[in-house]
């Protein structure tokens, strides 16, 4: 595994098969770059997630949730992780970019915002969670869309 | 409300109507007791409305508050462990669980993942619970907004994802200020226990009081995504895990579900 933007499909596809070999309904394989999670899904057969490690430090993350996760490129949120405006998850749960269905966001990217504001809902077991921006400025980056499932210490957007 | 006794060093603030009382409370709770950001102390702090203008439910859904229904709002301090929060949704519904068979013996309340609270398979019972962490509050300092509405006189005429009943209407009468009195107890009773011994003695309670554990259900996600299996066990965050008829399982953090085969009526008046 290197460090280019790309994900080594080679190696999901050697895990997805291991995991139907198996019988496993979740195989995680982890070098210094990148950590890759197959993980079988309901909606579309298997849910595959490359993502790079959070947090050095952080809670381990519980298993991936149902809703089927877009798997970032991994260089790419891998460096939005270490950006140093980076906002990231404090928890793992569903995460909404409205207050609710319809509503507007509460940001946009190039958005002013102040520190304090909600930026994203996230719901786990009915239980809503606003992330908040720890600073006042400008929303560069939106990483995370709406109505899908996060991982504790992923990155949702950067204010800088 | 009359006649309403809470647990030692919890607060009542009783109103007539107001728009919602998750709402009040939050702001209570952010104005902060001395105007500081903190919820610390705030522990058991209770707002309750004769009657709410905008109710409201999951994902900005209305919830109707006719007058002889509780609403309630109680806050409770989880420290800075957001990912716990959701805990809580199981511990308010057990202990939302056990205070009603107390008052209406006889009745067979089921608890529908997470917290709903169900009679003869309709609605009887919704929460919404919200995070509370002030910017600027020191860290480590968060509590939980637990907001339960419970349909003792009325049937509310809106609800359009699933089918409602109120107590009343099964022949039992309790009265807002009855129930809060016993739901506060058994929740500071919970609460105590949860903390000392973690969620394992509250996800037990959960399952032997819950519906559909076993059975058919379907799961509609944020995303519009419907998956139908088996609803096959609570995990130990409290997710519900399903079964899907390829033989693989999803982790449901977050949706809305419905029991019976076919999924019941997802979508149905919706």
């Known amino acids: 595994m290197t460090s280019k933007p790309t994900i080594d499909s080679a190696a999901v596809r050697d895990l997805a098969t291991l995991l139907d070999e198996t019988g496993l309904s979740e195989i995680e394989y982890e070098t210094e770059n990148v950590r890759i999670r197959v993980a079988r899904g309901g909606i579309s057969g298997q849910t595959i997630m490359a993502a790079p490690q959070a947090h050095a430090g952080a809670a381990p993350a519980p298993a991936p949730a149902a809703a089927a996760m877009p798997a970032p490129a991994p ?86 | 409300m009359s006649n309403v006794t809470l647990p030692p060093g919890w607060r009542l603030v009783a109103l007539d109507a107001i728009d919602s009382t998750n709402a009040e409370l939050r702001r209570l709770s952010e104005a902060g007791g001395g105007g500081s950001p903190s919820v610390a102390g705030l522990e058991g702090l209770t707002v309750t409305a004769a009657t709410q203008t905008a109710g409201r439910g999951r994902r900005g859904r209305a919830w109707a508050s006719p007058r002889g229904n509780l609403s309630a709002s109680i806050l409770v301090e989880v420290g800075g462990a957001r990912g716990s929060a959701g805990e809580l949704s199981f511990v308010a519904g057990v202990a939302l669980h056990e205070a009603l068979t107390a008052l209406a013996p006889g009745y067979d309340f089921r608890l529908k993942w997470p917290n709903d609270l169900l009679l003869r398979g309709r609605k009887l019972a919704g929460m919404l619970l919200e995070t509370v962490f002030p910017a600027g509050a020191p860290a480590g300092q968060g509590a939980v907004i637990v907001g339960t509405g419970v349909n003792l006189a009325a049937v509310p005429d809106l609800e359009p994802l699933y089918p409602v009943t109120a107590l009343a209407a099964h022949g039992a009468t309790v009265t807002p200020g009855a129930l809060l009195t016993v739901y506060a107890e058994t929740f500071a009773a919970w609460l105590s226990r949860w903390r000392s011994e973690g969620f394992s003695p509250v996800r037990a309670a959960w399952l032997q009081a819950a519906h559909g554990v076993g059975g058919p259900v379907t799961a509609r996600l944020a995303d519009g995504n419907e998956i139908s299996g088996t609803f096959e066990a609570l995990d130990e965050a409290g997710a519900l895990i399903l079964r899907t008829p390829d033989g693989g399982t999803c982790r449901v953090l977050a949706g809305d579900v419905f029991f019976g085969s076919g999924g019941g009526t997802p979508g149905g008046g919706a």
């Open chain 1, 75 to 160: 260089a790419t949120a891998e460096d939005a992780a270490k950006h140093p405006g980076a906002v990231t998850s404090p928890m793992v749960g569903v995460l909404y970019n409205a207050p609710e269905p319809g509503a507007a966001p509460f940001i946009t990217e190039g958005a002013k915002v102040s520190e304090g504001q909600t930026l994203f809902l996230i719901e786990a077991m009915k239980t809503f969670n606003p992330v908040r921006a720890p600073k006042g400025g400008t929303v560069t980056k939106i990483l995370a869309d709406d109505a899908q499932a996060v991982e504790f210490g992923e990155p949702l957007c950067i204010i800088e």
